[in-house]
């Protein structure tokens, strides 16, 4: 079910791996983005830069934000692809849970049904910021959701920038992405076995 990017469209991909715990602990996360323009090389570093250093405050230097890879849809339907540079290490806490355990967060479109919701499932959710019970410490859903709401706010004012975006997969309905309000860190963690490989 590959996702549908249309042309003045693009889904930012960023890879996150902790370098300490092997291929099991690197993730990627996706953020779309519908645009007044096509990117150029200097909007996607500029786009794809504001992300790396909204997220970069959660982790430690043992983790990496990037690479940040970019595909956008063009008239043609064609898609082109981005590769910039790797970003360097983060800051912020280390002893993190298995890989398999995430932080989540949901994508808020404001429309109704289900293929109308998404999430994002952030990797490196602390040891000591998470109970038995899965309830995140207050404080860490409130970093979890400045970064985000950084990310929000950076789109519009990217030079190729309009709105984040929920792209819908090539076996929904031929739906247009819908317009992202706000993104919302849960107070939860989420599982995701294929993350635990080791």
Not at 63 to 85: A, M, Q, R, S
Not at 93 to 108: L, M, N, R, W
Request: net charge positive; aromatic share 6%; proline share 11%.
């Amino acid at each position: 079910m590959p996702l549908v990017i249309p042309n003045l469209h693009s889904n930012f991909i960023i890879t996150i791996s902790n370098t300490l715990a092997g291929p099991s602990a690197q993730s990627s996360v996706a953020i779309g983005v519908g645009q007044d323009t096509p990117h150029n090389q200097n909007s996607i570093n500029v786009m794809c830069g504001a992300i790396r250093e909204a997220f970069r405050p959660l982790w430690d230097a043992a983790w990496n934000v990037g690479p940040c890879k970019v595909i956008e849809g063009t008239p043609t339907g064609h898609l082109l692809y981005f590769d910039p540079t790797v970003a360097p290490g983060s800051s912020g806490v280390s002893e993190q849970t298995t890989p398999a355990v995430a932080h989540v967060v949901s994508k808020f479109t404001g429309l109704f049904g289900k293929g109308q919701r998404g999430r994002l499932y952030l990797p490196g959710v602390p040891e000591s910021q998470v109970g038995e019970d899965g309830l995140l410490a207050p404080t860490r859903v409130a970093n979890i959701q400045a970064a985000m709401n950084t990310i929000h706010a950076a789109i519009p004012q990217n030079p190729a920038g309009d709105r984040a975006v929920l792209f819908h997969d090539s076996l929904s309905p031929p739906l247009p992405p819908s317009t992202i309000l706000n993104y919302i860190a849960r107070p939860i963690v989420g599982t995701m076995r294929p993350r635990q490989r080791r």
